[in-house]
């Protein structure tokens, strides 16, 4: 998409999963890359060269902890001051913890809400600024099918992730008359290692391993049978950031192969 060339992406979560893919998508439309992530700089620099392979007019890495304050104010200087812009905005980095609620400790939910929820408000507040000097903008929140309906033992998470398209449509309307637009994408499963956990938890409450269980714990949520597909979730944000995506603000978009359709 050559609307995108040399457009400033930062994407969450981005040297592994979903984020990763994200950022492939974005820069083989020839967006400038600000990776983010946990992993250190042998690995940083490894998918740094696979961005740069895909087609990225520039590439750059950021280890801001999200959890950690001040962490997304870190990220939006280190991204503006290397690029000199943010036209892209992608809230992907999320973690998860599986437990009934009078179980559910604290310092899980306080972690989930903060990396999940709170780290999106922060970067989309610091981030702002920025698009509204440029003239141009567009967020997306990686929010789930966790923020359409719930499911057992995730309290922290399905509130998090309800709380992120509420954050979505409130964006939306704040940018509405500029050229800035706020959407969400909510998938359903994808076949990441935050998953491959669930997976193996799963197996474990039927006996049987891992890879026999995968059909069964699928086919228990997602009508479709198959995985939600990381490029085809990034596929979508390329369109949803192209001249095309200009008047789409305020939407959630699922791709759950039919999960919340029954």
């Given at each position: 998409?050559?609307?995108?060339?040399?457009?400033?992406?930062?994407?969450?979560?981005?040297?592994?999963?979903?984020?990763?893919?994200?950022?492939?998508?974005?820069?083989?439309?020839?967006?400038?890359?600000?990776?983010?992530?946990?992993?250190?700089?042998?690995?940083?620099?490894?998918?740094?060269?696979?961005?740069?392979?895909?087609?990225?007019?520039?590439?750059?890495?950021?280890?801001?902890?999200?959890?950690?304050?001040?962490?997304?104010?870190?990220?939006?200087?280190?991204?503006?001051?290397?690029?000199?812009?943010?036209?892209?905005?992608?809230?992907?980095?999320?973690?998860?913890?599986?437990?009934?609620?009078?179980?559910?400790?604290?310092?899980n939910w306080d972690r989930i809400i903060?990396?999940?929820?709170?780290?999106?408000?922060?970067?989309?507040?610091?981030?702002?600024?920025?698009?509204?000097?440029?003239?141009?903008?567009?967020?997306?929140?990686?929010?789930?099918?966790?923020?359409?309906?719930?499911?057992?033992?995730?309290?922290?998470?399905?509130?998090?992730?309800?709380?992120?398209?509420?954050?979505?449509?409130?964006?939306?309307?704040?940018?509405?008359?500029?050229?800035?637009?706020?959407?969400?994408?909510?998938?359903?499963?994808?076949?990441?290692?935050?998953?491959?956990?669930?997976?193996?938890?799963?197996?474990?409450?039927?006996?049987?391993?891992?890879?026999?269980?995968?059909?069964?714990?699928?086919?228990?949520?997602?009508?479709?049978?198959?995985?939600?597909?990381?490029?085809?979730?990034?596929?979508?944000?390329?369109?949803?950031?192209?001249?095309?995506?200009?008047?789409?603000?305020?939407?959630?978009?699922?791709?759950?192969?039919?999960?919340?359709?029954?």
């Amino acid at each position: 998409m050559s609307d995108l060339n040399n457009k400033v992406a930062l994407i969450t979560g981005s040297t592994s999963g979903i984020g990763k893919e994200i950022a492939l998508c974005l820069a083989a439309a020839k967006c400038k890359i600000m990776l983010n992530g946990i992993e250190g700089p042998d690995v940083a620099a490894l998918i740094s060269k696979e961005m740069t392979a895909a087609g990225a007019s520039g590439v750059s890495f950021s280890g801001a902890n999200l959890i950690e304050s001040g962490g997304a104010a870190n990220l939006i200087a280190a991204t503006e001051k290397q690029f000199g812009s943010i036209d892209i905005l992608v809230n992907n980095a999320g973690i998860q913890h599986v437990e009934p609620i009078e179980t559910f400790s604290d310092d899980n939910w306080d972690r989930i809400i903060e990396l999940d929820l709170s780290a999106p408000f922060r970067l989309i507040k610091h981030a702002l600024p920025i698009m509204r000097k440029n003239g141009w903008g567009r967020i997306i929140n990686i929010s789930s099918v966790h923020g359409l309906v719930a499911s057992v033992n995730k309290a922290a998470y399905v509130s998090a992730k309800h709380g992120l398209i509420g954050l979505t449509k409130t964006v939306a309307l704040e940018t509405a008359p500029e050229p800035i637009t706020c959407n969400a994408i909510c998938p359903g499963f994808v076949h990441t290692p935050l998953v491959d956990l669930q997976i193996a938890a799963f197996a474990k409450s039927k006996g049987i391993s891992p890879q026999e269980s995968i059909p069964a714990f699928i086919r228990e949520k997602q009508p479709s049978q198959a995985f939600v597909s990381p490029s085809d979730i990034g596929a979508m944000i390329a369109l949803l950031c192209s001249s095309a995506g200009a008047q789409i603000t305020g939407s959630s978009f699922t791709m759950d192969g039919g999960w919340t359709a029954q």
